[in-house]
């Protein structure tokens, strides 16, 4: 070792200057431990020095012994290696910027306190045998022991980090500038907090947990919030940890990283080598603590014969009551530092479990995403990490097990010899039981988890679609989906639990039969049993059903990580997007920017039918591209394919420059529309003025409170559909990329906004640019430089717009369609001409008053100062609210209670009760029914004797049973009342609800609350039940002993629960934050994985995984910190038990002989071992910390419920409604009561049996008129009449069902096609044929293999936009209502569909009302009335030729501008 120690100092010396230039000189926290150091090591270079002269003047006055000998040779090397070591120390440390001891060091100083610890206890085994030992030895093991403890806690909390190399050269955590305008700004409050005190800390501090009073005192005097909680060291931070993960999974053992397979083992593998310093050091305090636990069981005999015998002297006992106090002080200590640092650990594989799953989920493939649902995606990041991180708990116990075994049946053969090998043979036949109970429970876990999954896809495609679910009346039928496959769910559930309840049956039953094989045995064999002996193996039998509970817990975490671990597993094997699909060319090094030669797609390459097919084509830089067909003909395919998203068979795609890329389905992420459209770049005012005014989105933003700092919805719930579309551009536009893809842009803004978007984004701002657009927008395409018409996967023509509309064929029946509308306009306006000497006449109807709408004008800007003076609060989507101050006791009621009115309660206790009476009272029989020494004769038979201790222990393992059993019956039957009621008043929660929370958070309680609530807090009550009444039973025992000790045991207990109070209230709103703070690394997750083309498009995710990382970061903090107060409060406790139990020895020895029975003092002293209340108190805090679970489910429990779905007395009748005939009278309506009027007064009728159109710019209230008439949205004043009936005093399903709307944004859902089109299977097969023929969709559906049953993947990502809109169109006809909505159904067509699905309308809906919200003026041209809408008033409502006579009206115009652009 020293010459280890030179060779590293040599190596050391040589690198030393350069280190020395990149850092300063040690903080003082390191010079703290550096010094401690240097000064043990000299002081014990000196002490041992001192102990080798005396030893050798000893020697050489009473001669030598071998003893003496072998005590100067020690005496001197290691006076030899202390002062070596000091030398080392001063020269490597004194002057260097060195802060990391060597490893070397580290293990010499941790195999220095073993071998102290050792020599200890085996000098003590030579002193009870009456050798004499010199006064010398037991001065050296107590300082050796003490210094080696000193250098165990320098060694372990030294900060000897090796991550910090890497800060050495360059700091691994970085703060990136585009993360000032990221997507998360929670962080901003809390960037220039302070770094957690534990990081310079000083020895002592660390020692007594100290270091977190200051945030301690803090939660006691108000309540925390996430800035009052610190920073985590730079070495905790979630980058730091998962580089250093990363490197260890990418490292294959041959120097090169290899991360396509990551199999479990691997993944294993590379956890533990991330962590293996912090495993090494738990390991060593796991060893310390085993050994400190097992010394009172090992000397429990020795003190029952001090106290039976009447000779001992009292320093003999004083010296007993010394090494069990010292084996209890270092056991506790050992096991607080233990726990620390596991949970530490369990925190680093968390924060590296949560990255490295969200950046595979940013690389995954299509295809890979259609096999992974969010169910899963959000199972694996609340549910599985979780896991994985608790099973650090658990490592150790994997080998501690088995110890504790051996060194139990050690103890046991010193007491009752030959007996402790049956012990030895019934305990390994039930550690072989272990492998059938696993398997079990492994697929009871699997069973479990699979179930989960399937209920949590469901419940997270319900939240993303909740606004067209309630919109068709389908949402109880989703809820009773959810509660079908909860049923399933629970059935699993079920098993587990009763499966857990006989597993903890046969456990805590195991010590008692291997107690009653063993004592049965003694006396079947004769070996004498005492007092003393019964004791020791009593106390051992104790710890062995700690250890075999433990194996029980162990056995059921072992299977549940297995299980997560494999899925996490599966799902880093997932295939990524190929790279290589697309070839990135130099930039400018060619005229061209994109170019596919031979190319050959499928989204499916297992499937024979290609995508995309014989694709050859190039563009030009600066070239203008339009692409155009049918619906479903592969026009979105193709620019996912130019992204490299369609997997290749044949060919090359070739791209020179950048991209920036506009989604079909708008993604917009929850956050401020400042940052959606900055999108990580820097801030440059002037281009961001100049884009927001080319997308026409200066206005919108004018009538947001909060303009562009306003926080956006999950997935833009609170944009209209045209806001979010442009948004999407304006975000494209600022990044100035060298390529543009734009799929669909204008399907969803107005006619007036598109002909602006054009002129000022396609030909304005990036007219210079390579731009290729989607469109189904006819008058779009003369623009473009060139034109690809495709049809089935293929470009059939290629062209310039003239070129391509004289050859005719797919191009003419889309552009012919297109002319038919424009036809009507001009017969309209011919008919206007010959009508123009009535216009005077006509002009009173028209609703065209300028005045009014300028007073509003007028007013409106006091309304939006007003708006402005709102604070945060104003925003639609707040931070998530949490509980605040104590868990009431009405929470903990309401979960008693809830399962059969609390009627097992009473029995459950009762069993409890019953069961630690009787394994007491066996305790109490064998000690008093044998006698103290060998000597004496035995007070009754040995079958008696063994016989009542067999009835007693079955009685106790069979109250075990009953309790047991119980316990599980009340969990399931509690948890599943409490999803029940929790999903039913969220399917009946308002629209509004849904828009100002984030999925997110549902989800969190829908998944791990549930889960806490399935599995978790059942354990924990029970175990509550089990450490509460132990330790009355032992305080009885104790007490009844000496009751004295009553004066002492009541202020501990008040010091404790003071304790208690004092740590609560920090510690509970920590684990509320804890809560808190996870929901948004999900959501954040969920959206990453939705969006990642774009994010892939522009190149963005190193900033979305550094947010990531930051989100991680915010909930380690609160999680880093609770740990920190657990620690406190229990090293606290042990520390108040171990002098209690102290003074109790004490007075033990100090009684006169005689006055107690040695049997029954011992009986008290062996259940003292165990003596703490820190585990009815660590209990009681982790059953408030987990019952917060149960507090957020109440939470949304009692969420403002929607009217009734139905009102028996004011059900309107089976006809209604007969007419259609809508009146809307003086209509004023808010999202929200904080924000401004989105309707402001709107009055107007629609006739029955007419067909209505709405027209007006984008987020002129056009959707939200919809919504209302839906009752979605409830008026604030004013009223809806349909056929004279107010639609607010009906039911919500009485109204949503005789009501159709096809919705703006189609969707589908999971399953096939027919349980999309009739969801509550009231059609035939034949109705649905028809009805999609009708819908031009037929003839689609015949070729798939399916037929109506298809697969429809999750979002329907295998159906292009167009054919999901034509499934909705499908379900309005199978209705067939007399009132139906169109909110832009046609918008994402084609022109000849769109013209057929007209006619279709025209003739199926002949005598209904129909009510079109459409953008392209084609669409709403044969209609009866057009009601133009401006900022939620209308501002003209007739027909449409009566409104195109008067050349100065706003819809007169709109349509002179959209023929003109056109022509």
Request: aromatic share 10%.
């Given at each position: 070792?020293?010459?280890?120690?030179?060779?590293?100092?040599?190596?050391?010396?040589?690198?030393?200057?350069?280190?020395?230039?990149?850092?300063?000189?040690?903080?003082?926290?390191?010079?703290?431990?550096?010094?401690?150091?240097?000064?043990?090591?000299?002081?014990?270079?000196?002490?041992?020095?001192?102990?080798?002269?005396?030893?050798?003047?000893?020697?050489?006055?009473?001669?030598?012994?071998?003893?003496?000998?072998?005590?100067?040779?020690?005496?001197?090397?290691?006076?030899?290696?202390?002062?070596?070591?000091?030398?080392?120390?001063?020269?490597?440390?004194?002057?260097?910027?060195?802060?990391?001891?060597?490893?070397?060091?580290?293990?010499?100083?941790?195999?220095?306190?073993?071998?102290?610890?050792?020599?200890?206890?085996?000098?003590?085994?030579?002193?009870?045998?009456?050798?004499?030992?010199?006064?010398?030895?037991?001065?050296?093991?107590?300082?050796?022991?003490?210094?080696?403890?000193?250098?165990?806690?320098?060694?372990?909390?030294?900060?000897?980090?090796?991550?910090?190399?890497?800060?050495?050269?360059?700091?691994?955590?970085?703060?990136?500038?585009?993360?000032?305008?990221?997507?998360?700004?929670?962080?901003?409050?809390?960037?220039?907090?302070?770094?957690?005190?534990?990081?310079?800390?000083?020895?002592?501090?660390?020692?007594?947990?100290?270091?977190?009073?200051?945030?301690?005192?803090?939660?006691?005097?108000?309540?925390?919030?996430?800035?009052?909680?610190?920073?985590?060291?730079?070495?905790?931070?979630?980058?730091?940890?998962?580089?250093?993960?990363?490197?260890?999974?990418?490292?294959?053992?041959?120097?090169?990283?290899?991360?396509?397979?990551?199999?479990?083992?691997?993944?294993?593998?590379?956890?533990?080598?991330?962590?293996?310093?912090?495993?090494?050091?738990?390991?060593?305090?796991?060893?310390?603590?085993?050994?400190?636990?097992?010394?009172?069981?090992?000397?429990?005999?020795?003190?029952?014969?001090?106290?039976?015998?009447?000779?001992?002297?009292?320093?003999?006992?004083?010296?007993?009551?010394?090494?069990?106090?010292?084996?209890?002080?270092?056991?506790?200590?050992?096991?607080?530092?233990?726990?620390?640092?596991?949970?530490?650990?369990?925190?680093?594989?968390?924060?590296?479990?949560?990255?490295?799953?969200?950046?595979?989920?940013?690389?995954?493939?299509?295809?890979?995403?259609?096999g992974h649902t969010s169910g899963e995606n959000t199972n694996l990041m609340s549910v599985d990490v979780e896991r994985t991180g608790l099973f650090s708990w658990y490592l150790h116990d994997i080998w501690r097990v088995p110890l504790k075994v051996v060194l139990a049946l050690l103890i046991l053969y010193k007491s009752i010899g030959l007996a402790s090998v049956v012990a030895f043979v019934s305990t390994i036949i039930l550690l072989f039981a272990n492998v059938p109970l696993g398997k079990l429970q492994e697929k009871f876990q699997g069973e479990l988890m699979d179930s989960k999954d399937r209920r949590m896809k469901v419940t997270s495609e319900a939240l993303r679609n909740m606004r067209i679910i309630k919109l068709q009346g389908w949402d109880m039928k989703f809820l009773a989906q959810i509660i079908e496959l909860r049923k399933f769910e629970t059935r699993k559930l079920k098993k587990l639990l009763y499966s857990s309840a006989m597993f903890v049956f046969v456990y805590l039953s195991a010590p008692m039969f291997v107690s009653m094989v063993t004592f049965g045995f003694c006396v079947l064999k004769g070996i004498p049993l005492e007092s003393g002996k019964i004791l020791s193996a009593l106390a051992t039998f104790e710890i062995f059903q700690g250890t075999i509970y433990n194996l029980l817990d162990l056995i059921s975490m072992v299977v549940q990580t297995k299980v997560s671990l494999n899925r996490i597993s599966l799902f880093l094997c997932l295939d990524d997007l190929n790279p290589s699909i697309v070839q990135k060319l130099p930039r400018d090094s060619v005229k061209v920017a994109i170019e596919i030669v031979k190319g050959n797609f499928s989204w499916d390459l297992h499937s024979p039918n290609l995508t995309l097919r014989d694709l050859n084509f190039w563009v030009h830089h600066g070239m203008r591209v339009a692409v155009c067909g049918f619906v479903g003909s592969g026009k979105s395919s193709l620019l996912s394919c130019i992204l490299g998203e369609v997997p290749k068979v044949s060919g090359a795609i070739k791209l020179n420059g950048t991209m920036a890329y506009v989604a079909q389905s708008p993604w917009i992420q929850s956050g401020k529309i400042v940052d959606n459209i900055l999108f990580g770049k820097e801030m440059d005012k002037e281009r961001y003025k100049k884009i927001l005014e080319a997308c026409s989105l200066e206005k919108d933003l004018e009538l947001f409170a909060f303009g562009d700092q306003t926080i956006i919805g999950e997935r833009g719930i609170n944009l209209s559909g045209g806001q979010k579309q442009r948004i999407q551009i304006a975000r494209a536009l600022y990044h100035d990329a060298d390529i543009y893809l734009l799929d669909d842009p204008f399907s969803a803004v107005d006619a007036h906004t598109g002909?602006?978007?054009?002129?000022?984004?396609?030909?304005?701002?990036?007219?210079?640019?390579?731009?290729?657009?989607?469109?189904?927008?006819?008058?779009?395409?003369?623009?473009?430089?060139?034109?690809?018409?495709?049809?089935?996967?293929?470009?059939?023509?290629?062209?310039?717009?003239?070129?391509?509309?004289?050859?005719?064929?797919?191009?003419?029946?889309?552009?012919?369609?297109?002319?038919?509308?424009?036809?009507?306009?001009?017969?309209?306006?011919?008919?206007?001409?010959?009508?123009?000497?009535?216009?005077?006449?006509?002009?009173?109807?028209?609703?065209?008053?300028?005045?009014?709408?300028?007073?509003?004008?007028?007013?409106?800007?006091?309304?939006?100062?007003?708006?402005?003076?709102?604070?945060?609060?104003?925003?639609?989507?707040?931070?998530?609210?949490?509980?605040?101050?104590?868990?009431?006791?009405?929470?903990?009621?309401?979960?008693?209670?809830?399962?059969?009115?609390?009627?097992?309660?009473?029995?459950?206790?009762?069993?409890?009760?019953?069961?630690?009476?009787?394994?007491?009272?066996?305790?109490?029989?064998?000690?008093?029914?044998?006698?103290?020494?060998?000597?004496?004769?035995?007070?009754?038979?040995?079958?008696?004797?063994?016989?009542?201790?067999?009835?007693?222990?079955?009685?106790?393992?069979?109250?075990?049973?009953?309790?047991?059993?119980?316990?599980?019956?009340?969990?399931?039957?509690?948890?599943?009342?409490?999803?029940?009621?929790?999903?039913?008043?969220?399917?009946?929660?308002?629209?509004?609800?849904?828009?100002?929370?984030?999925?997110?958070?549902?989800?969190?309680?829908?998944?791990?609350?549930?889960?806490?609530?399935?599995?978790?807090?059942?354990?924990?009550?029970?175990?509550?039940?089990?450490?509460?009444?132990?330790?009355?039973?032992?305080?009885?025992?104790?007490?009844?002993?000496?009751?004295?000790?009553?004066?002492?045991?009541?202020?501990?207990?008040?010091?404790?629960?003071?304790?208690?109070?004092?740590?609560?209230?920090?510690?509970?709103?920590?684990?509320?934050?804890?809560?808190?703070?996870?929901?948004?690394?999900?959501?954040?997750?969920?959206?990453?994985?939705?969006?990642?083309?774009?994010?892939?498009?522009?190149?963005?995710?190193?900033?979305?995984?550094?947010?990531?990382?930051?989100?991680?970061?915010?909930?380690?903090?609160?999680?880093?910190?609770?740990?920190?107060?657990?620690?406190?409060?229990?090293?606290?406790?042990?520390?108040?038990?171990?002098?209690?139990?102290?003074?109790?020895?004490?007075?033990?020895?100090?009684?006169?002989?005689?006055?107690?029975?040695?049997?029954?003092?011992?009986?008290?002293?062996?259940?003292?071992?165990?003596?703490?209340?820190?585990?009815?108190?660590?209990?009681?805090?982790?059953?408030?910390?987990?019952?917060?679970?149960?507090?957020?489910?109440?939470?949304?429990?009692?969420?403002?419920?929607?009217?009734?779905?139905?009102?028996?007395?004011?059900?309107?009748?089976?006809?209604?409604?007969?007419?259609?005939?809508?009146?809307?009278?003086?209509?004023?309506?808010?999202?929200?009561?904080?924000?401004?009027?989105?309707?402001?007064?709107?009055?107007?009728?629609?006739?029955?049996?007419?067909?209505?159109?709405?027209?007006?710019?984008?987020?002129?209230?056009?959707?939200?008129?919809?919504?209302?008439?839906?009752?979605?949205?409830?008026?604030?004043?004013?009223?809806?009449?349909?056929?004279?009936?107010?639609?607010?005093?009906?039911?919500?399903?009485?109204?949503?069902?005789?009501?159709?709307?096809?919705?703006?944004?189609?969707?589908?859902?999971?399953?096939?096609?027919?349980?999309?089109?009739?969801?509550?299977?009231?059609?035939?097969?034949?109705?649905?044929?028809?009805?999609?023929?009708?819908?031009?969709?037929?003839?689609?559906?015949?070729?798939?293999?399916?037929?109506?049953?298809?697969?429809?993947?999750?979002?329907?990502?295998?159906?292009?936009?167009?054919?999901?809109?034509?499934?909705?169109?499908?379900?309005?006809?199978?209705?067939?209502?007399?009132?139906?909505?169109?909110?832009?159904?046609?918008?994402?067509?084609?022109?000849?569909?769109?013209?057929?699905?007209?006619?279709?309308?025209?003739?199926?809906?002949?005598?209904?009302?129909?009510?079109?919200?459409?953008?392209?003026?084609?669409?709403?041209?044969?209609?009866?009335?057009?009601?133009?809408?401006?900022?939620?008033?209308?501002?003209?409502?007739?027909?449409?030729?009566?409104?195109?006579?008067?050349?100065?009206?706003?819809?007169?115009?709109?349509?002179?501008?959209?023929?003109?652009?056109?022509?």
């Amino acid at each position: 070792m020293l010459l280890s120690l030179s060779i590293s100092w040599a190596c050391k010396r040589r690198t030393l200057p350069t280190l020395e230039n990149l850092k300063p000189t040690l903080k003082n926290t390191y010079f703290l431990y550096y010094w401690s150091s240097l000064i043990s090591c000299i002081g014990l270079s000196m002490f041992d020095l001192l102990l080798c002269l005396l030893n050798f003047l000893s020697g050489y006055r009473h001669g030598w012994s071998n003893l003496k000998y072998f005590a100067q040779l020690d005496f001197a090397f290691r006076t030899l290696t202390w002062f070596v070591i000091s030398s080392y120390l001063h020269i490597q440390f004194s002057h260097s910027s060195e802060r990391r001891f060597p490893i070397l060091l580290r293990i010499w100083w941790a195999f220095y306190f073993l071998i102290s610890c050792s020599y200890l206890v085996i000098h003590l085994g030579l002193y009870w045998k009456h050798s004499s030992l010199p006064f010398l030895l037991w001065v050296s093991d107590g300082v050796s022991v003490i210094a080696g403890l000193l250098f165990c806690y320098v060694g372990i909390y030294g900060k000897g980090r090796e991550d910090e190399d890497l800060h050495l050269v360059e700091p691994l955590l970085k703060i990136s500038s585009s993360r000032s305008n990221g997507d998360n700004d929670k962080e901003s409050s809390v960037s220039g907090d302070s770094v957690t005190p534990y990081a310079n800390a000083n020895l002592l501090s660390i020692f007594t947990f100290a270091w977190i009073g200051p945030l301690l005192v803090l939660g006691y005097n108000k309540t925390l919030d996430l800035e009052d909680v610190p920073q985590l060291d730079n070495n905790e931070s979630a980058n730091v940890v998962f580089a250093h993960f990363r490197n260890k999974l990418e490292y294959d053992g041959n120097g090169s990283g290899n991360d396509s397979q990551v199999s479990t083992l691997r993944l294993v593998k590379a956890l533990i080598l991330s962590t293996w310093k912090e495993i090494l050091w738990t390991a060593l305090l796991s060893i310390i603590c085993t050994l400190a636990s097992y010394v009172g069981p090992y000397l429990i005999d020795a003190f029952v014969q001090y106290l039976n015998s009447h000779h001992q002297t009292k320093y003999k006992g004083y010296v007993l009551v010394f090494i069990f106090f010292l084996s209890k002080l270092i056991r506790c200590i050992s096991e607080r530092h233990l726990f620390f640092q596991l949970r530490i650990m369990s925190i680093r594989v968390r924060a590296s479990l949560f990255a490295i799953i969200y950046k595979k989920g940013l690389r995954l493939s299509s295809q890979s995403k259609q096999g992974h649902t969010s169910g899963e995606n959000t199972n694996l990041m609340s549910v599985d990490v979780e896991r994985t991180g608790l099973f650090s708990w658990y490592l150790h116990d994997i080998w501690r097990v088995p110890l504790k075994v051996v060194l139990a049946l050690l103890i046991l053969y010193k007491s009752i010899g030959l007996a402790s090998v049956v012990a030895f043979v019934s305990t390994i036949i039930l550690l072989f039981a272990n492998v059938p109970l696993g398997k079990l429970q492994e697929k009871f876990q699997g069973e479990l988890m699979d179930s989960k999954d399937r209920r949590m896809k469901v419940t997270s495609e319900a939240l993303r679609n909740m606004r067209i679910i309630k919109l068709q009346g389908w949402d109880m039928k989703f809820l009773a989906q959810i509660i079908e496959l909860r049923k399933f769910e629970t059935r699993k559930l079920k098993k587990l639990l009763y499966s857990s309840a006989m597993f903890v049956f046969v456990y805590l039953s195991a010590p008692m039969f291997v107690s009653m094989v063993t004592f049965g045995f003694c006396v079947l064999k004769g070996i004498p049993l005492e007092s003393g002996k019964i004791l020791s193996a009593l106390a051992t039998f104790e710890i062995f059903q700690g250890t075999i509970y433990n194996l029980l817990d162990l056995i059921s975490m072992v299977v549940q990580t297995k299980v997560s671990l494999n899925r996490i597993s599966l799902f880093l094997c997932l295939d990524d997007l190929n790279p290589s699909i697309v070839q990135k060319l130099p930039r400018d090094s060619v005229k061209v920017a994109i170019e596919i030669v031979k190319g050959n797609f499928s989204w499916d390459l297992h499937s024979p039918n290609l995508t995309l097919r014989d694709l050859n084509f190039w563009v030009h830089h600066g070239m203008r591209v339009a692409v155009c067909g049918f619906v479903g003909s592969g026009k979105s395919s193709l620019l996912s394919c130019i992204l490299g998203e369609v997997p290749k068979v044949s060919g090359a795609i070739k791209l020179n420059g950048t991209m920036a890329y506009v989604a079909q389905s708008p993604w917009i992420q929850s956050g401020k529309i400042v940052d959606n459209i900055l999108f990580g770049k820097e801030m440059d005012k002037e281009r961001y003025k100049k884009i927001l005014e080319a997308c026409s989105l200066e206005k919108d933003l004018e009538l947001f409170a909060f303009g562009d700092q306003t926080i956006i919805g999950e997935r833009g719930i609170n944009l209209s559909g045209g806001q979010k579309q442009r948004i999407q551009i304006a975000r494209a536009l600022y990044h100035d990329a060298d390529i543009y893809l734009l799929d669909d842009p204008f399907s969803a803004v107005d006619a007036h906004t598109g002909s602006h978007l054009v002129k000022e984004c396609l030909l304005g701002i990036s007219g210079s640019k390579t731009i290729i657009y989607v469109t189904h927008q006819i008058e779009f395409l003369p623009c473009a430089d060139l034109i690809l018409v495709m049809r089935d996967g293929k470009i059939t023509q290629v062209g310039k717009y003239e070129e391509i509309y004289s050859l005719g064929t797919d191009f003419m029946e889309l552009v012919g369609s297109h002319k038919k509308g424009l036809s009507v306009i001009n017969s309209i306006e011919r008919r206007t001409a010959l009508g123009s000497l009535i216009i005077g006449e006509e002009d009173d109807n028209i609703l065209c008053h300028k005045k009014p709408i300028q007073d509003d004008e007028e007013r409106e800007p006091k309304s939006y100062n007003t708006e402005k003076l709102v604070q945060s609060e104003g925003q639609l989507v707040q931070e998530e609210k949490r509980e605040r101050g104590g868990v009431g006791f009405s929470v903990y009621w309401k979960y008693v209670t809830a399962a059969y009115k609390g009627a097992f309660v009473p029995f459950i206790l009762l069993a409890q009760i019953l069961f630690q009476f009787l394994l007491i009272f066996s305790s109490y029989w064998m000690v008093l029914a044998t006698p103290v020494s060998a000597d004496a004769i035995p007070y009754v038979k040995g079958t008696t004797l063994i016989f009542v201790y067999v009835a007693l222990t079955l009685g106790s393992s069979l109250c075990v049973l009953i309790r047991s059993m119980l316990i599980a019956t009340v969990g399931y039957k509690t948890s599943t009342l409490f999803f029940n009621k929790m999903h039913l008043c969220i399917f009946r929660a308002p629209m509004s609800f849904f828009d100002s929370t984030l999925s997110g958070r549902i989800l969190n309680r829908a998944s791990m609350d549930q889960s806490a609530l399935d599995t978790s807090i059942p354990n924990q009550i029970e175990e509550f039940l089990m450490s509460l009444i132990a330790f009355l039973g032992t305080t009885i025992i104790m007490s009844q002993v000496a009751w004295q000790m009553l004066i002492l045991f009541i202020p501990m207990s008040v010091i404790c629960i003071w304790y208690q109070q004092y740590y609560i209230s920090a510690a509970r709103e920590l684990t509320r934050l804890c809560g808190v703070c996870q929901a948004p690394i999900i959501q954040h997750f969920a959206e990453s994985i939705l969006g990642s083309t774009t994010i892939r498009c522009f190149g963005q995710e190193e900033r979305f995984i550094d947010t990531n990382l930051s989100l991680v970061d915010v909930y380690s903090r609160p999680k880093f910190h609770f740990s920190g107060a657990m620690e406190w409060l229990c090293f606290r406790m042990d520390m108040l038990a171990s002098i209690t139990y102290a003074v109790f020895l004490v007075f033990l020895i100090s009684v006169p002989k005689g006055v107690l029975s040695p049997g029954v003092a011992g009986l008290a002293v062996t259940y003292g071992l165990g003596f703490s209340m820190y585990g009815v108190i660590w209990d009681l805090t982790m059953i408030e910390n987990k019952i917060i679970s149960i507090g957020r489910i109440l939470q949304y429990t009692n969420i403002p419920s929607e009217p009734p779905l139905l009102i028996e007395e004011n059900r309107p009748s089976h006809e209604w409604p007969s007419q259609g005939k809508v009146d809307i009278v003086d209509l004023q309506v808010r999202y929200a009561p904080h924000l401004p009027l989105v309707l402001r007064g709107l009055t107007c009728t629609f006739p029955g049996g007419r067909k209505i159109g709405i027209v007006g710019r984008t987020g002129s209230g056009k959707s939200t008129l919809v919504q209302t008439l839906f009752r979605m949205l409830e008026p604030e004043v004013g009223q809806i009449l349909i056929d004279g009936i107010n639609i607010s005093k009906t039911g919500l399903h009485d109204l949503r069902s005789r009501l159709s709307i096809i919705p703006q944004d189609p969707t589908m859902f999971e399953g096939t096609l027919r349980s999309n089109l009739d969801p509550l299977e009231e059609y035939t097969d034949e109705q649905i044929w028809e009805v999609l023929n009708k819908c031009q969709f037929g003839d689609e559906v015949k070729k798939k293999e399916g037929k109506l049953y298809s697969i429809v993947t999750e979002n329907g990502e295998n159906w292009s936009m167009g054919q999901r809109q034509l499934v909705c169109l499908g379900r309005a006809l199978l209705k067939k209502n007399k009132v139906l909505v169109l909110d832009e159904a046609t918008a994402s067509v084609d022109t000849m569909t769109d013209y057929l699905i007209q006619q279709t309308l025209n003739q199926e809906f002949s005598g209904s009302t129909i009510i079109t919200i459409a953008h392209r003026i084609t669409s709403i041209l044969d209609i009866d009335l057009v009601l133009l809408l401006d900022n939620g008033l209308v501002l003209e409502y007739d027909s449409p030729a009566k409104l195109l006579e008067i050349k100065t009206s706003s819809f007169a115009k709109l349509v002179n501008e959209y023929t003109q652009r056109f022509s």
